[in-house]
């Protein structure tokens, strides 16, 4: 049973470009989470998706930021425009219909240059 | 309010030694679940441990241990039998059970094991 997959593991991007980071969940969760992470911080929720919903989406900026977890293929969160202060490590969490464990995958590190 | 506090930003402990990594936590909901993770120098996140709020024992895996004090709302994770490897970042964190899921984490305890 694979584990959160998440890719690409370290994305480059310059100033005004978009960053697409990639989230399989584990196979059966069809809860997604996703988090960032600044440097010496610990993680902040961004937004909270199930199969073709956004459930909380509390934690996002309120533009340049998307989230969308399709029927079918992985969750993607799209940042349009990056700027340096959009570099961090961003983090998805899988977990299965309850407040059990959450699993994560191994981070995308995005670095704005 | 912080939800999450960790109070230690830095822990040292010997070899062998065991060592409390402290977490206070927040909250009003009668159910909620209590988690540890651990981040190692190469970034990942390493799901440790949980303890739900109805439960009656503290959680254990292994070398790992959850101290659960209701009343005194903390979570101290134990790490009995320390080893170099356990040196990483340590974060508490919380899922209230009407948030919709997601986690609330602690800014994190920096635990190194010195040979």
């Known amino acids: 049973n694979a584990g959160v997959m998440q890719n690409p593991r370290h994305l480059v991007r310059r100033r005004g470009q978009e960053a697409r980071l990639r989230c399989s969940p584990m196979k059966g969760h069809s809860h997604v989470y996703w988090y960032r992470q600044l440097p010496e911080e610990g993680l902040k929720f961004m937004v909270y998706l199930q199969k073709e919903n956004i459930i909380d989406e509390s934690g996002m900026p309120k533009e340049r930021f998307s989230a969308e977890f399709p029927k079918e293929g992985p969750s993607i969160l799209r940042i349009q425009q990056v700027v340096r202060g959009d570099s961090a490590a961003y983090f998805c969490?899988?977990?299965?219909?309850?407040?059990?464990?959450?699993?994560f995958g191994q981070g995308t590190r995005l670095t704005v240059v | 309010a912080q939800k999450i506090t960790q109070t230690q930003p830095g822990m040292f402990v010997q070899e062998k030694e065991a060592v409390t990594l402290d977490c206070t936590y927040d909250t009003s909901d009668p159910s909620y679940g209590l988690f540890w993770y651990k981040q190692p120098s190469s970034g990942e996140m390493i799901f440790l441990i949980y303890?739900?709020?109805?439960?009656?024992q503290n959680a254990t895996e292994g070398r790992y241990s959850l101290n659960f004090q209701k009343a005194r709302k903390s979570a101290n994770l134990v790490i009995s039998a320390s080893q170099l490897g356990d040196s990483a970042m340590y974060f508490c964190?919380?899922?209230?059970?009407?948030?919709?899921?997601?986690?609330?984490f602690g800014k994190g305890t920096k635990l190194s094991v010195k040979p």
């Open positions: 964190a919380m899922r209230e059970g009407g948030s919709q899921g997601n986690l609330i």
């Open positions: 303890q739900g709020s109805y439960d009656q």
């Open positions: 969490a899988s977990s299965p219909v309850g407040p059990t464990e959450a699993f």
